[in-house]
């Protein structure tokens, strides 16, 4: 394994106003999985994007050297012909199309006058079956979740000749069990001899998974130690540049007695007539923190998409905010009622990426920042400083583009978003996926803060800890319903898990 396959030296991109990288160093041995950590901002995607051929030769200073050669990529697919394949943070799919479509894109089973279709569902099925996905290779990528639509990513890369693979965050979106799917592949890789770069802000993951850590702080290498040196408390430290004593910081709080949401009876229905949300029930106080818990497919998301009234379909039930019964047909109406929504999947519903930080911010309370119908410049930019302080958004200034950010910090500015507003009810759906260890204590500490004032929150996370942690109560959904509920005293992750996992409905 003494073998080196890559090296980055005396690396440094800037972009206007940021030095992304400074003199970054990092280099990685053959065959082994190296994990890339820092805080949102710290650099590691602007890296493997110039090792990728993303930003191309001469964008950048410093030099790379691939099996002992200097490389200069001026492509993607310099790059790839070397052999180097990335999956970035942002899915890159083509929703429109089947997995099988996507898997081929630019392949040459694709560039043949006839296309051999079952030749190409034939292999598709294989490298499924390889990364243990059980799919219809002509299903339409737009039907999968996020997290199995980033595993179809990790096959399509396969699907080229790969030595090094890179992998962006990964398993930002994937539950337990698909997360388990993963690092058995990378595992499998790793004996197959190929070289595996790995970024993730999951460190439990990185201690599992990697036999050399490098952490970058600020665009610059701080350290490259073997696992075997390391603990989570050291690369947490190594990462912030401090030491961080407690990952949940919950506090004993008031809980009222009044209801902020009462769901009773609630059923939905997708387009089609097909039954999503089945006969669920429950309810939410002034002062609590609700977490949802359950498998990826439990209906979490739709449950909550659809009481925002972000779906179509038909529902039944009731639904009273603060004990008012409501209807609400559209999310304007959600928004009105005192409700706000922080989806899972950013890009889709959360951010328009064109537009600058703090208009992004304002966008669902324009309300607050406006003065006689019109947008007050002054009080929405002041707004907008506020709330992202309180974020500690890293950015230069509040002028640039949100499509610009780190992917860590565009998670800020959704939620900063939603904070401006001011709601009764605030959802939070994986808040802190791909979010560094440092802003997720504060987002957790943020939650305190609201729920002192009396906000109800609901907190749907995959990560068992992040709910045991955080939660006064939980509730474990699976096929659309709820399968348990369980108070902070009496949850523990093997409850949770009886519970999503076929548990008997409540
Ligand atoms: N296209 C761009 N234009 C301008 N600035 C950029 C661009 N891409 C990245 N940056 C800036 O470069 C810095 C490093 O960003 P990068 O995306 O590499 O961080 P990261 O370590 O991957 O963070 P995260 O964990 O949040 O994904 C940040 O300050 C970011 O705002
Ligand atoms: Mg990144």
Redesign the pocket.
Known sequence: MEEIALQMKGITKE??G?R?LDNVTFSVRKGEIHALC??????????MKILSGVYPHGTYEGQIVVNGKDVEFKSIKESQDAGISIIY?ELALVGEMSVAENLFLNHDLMRKKVINWNKIYVESQKWLDHIGLNIDPQTKVNALSVGKQQLIEIAKALTKKTDVLIL??PTAALTESDVDILMKLLHELREQGVTCIY?S?KLGEVMALADTVTI?RD?KTISTDPIEELSEEKIVTKMVGRELTELFPYEVHPISDENILEVKNYSAFDEKGKKITDDVSFVLKKGEILGFSGLMGAGRSELFINLFGGLKGKTTGTVLIDGKETTIRKPADAIQSGLAYVSEDRKRYGLVLGMDITKNTTLAALNKVMKMNVIDAAVEVQRAEEVTRKMKL???NLE?QVG??????QQKVVLSKWLLNNPKVLILDEPTR?I?VGAKYEIYKIINELVHEGVGIVIISSELPEVLGMSDRVLVMADGTITGEYSREEATQEKIMVSATGGKKR
Do not use: M, R, Y
């Not at 820092?38 to 890296?47: F, P, R, V």
């Not at 610009?404 to 910090?409: A, E, P, T, V």
């Open positions: 972009f206007p940021v992304a820092g805080e949102n901002g710290a650099g590691k995607s602007t890296l943070q962006d965050e970024i802000h970058l665009g890293k950015a230069p640039v610009k950010l780190s992917g860590g910090n791909g560094d």
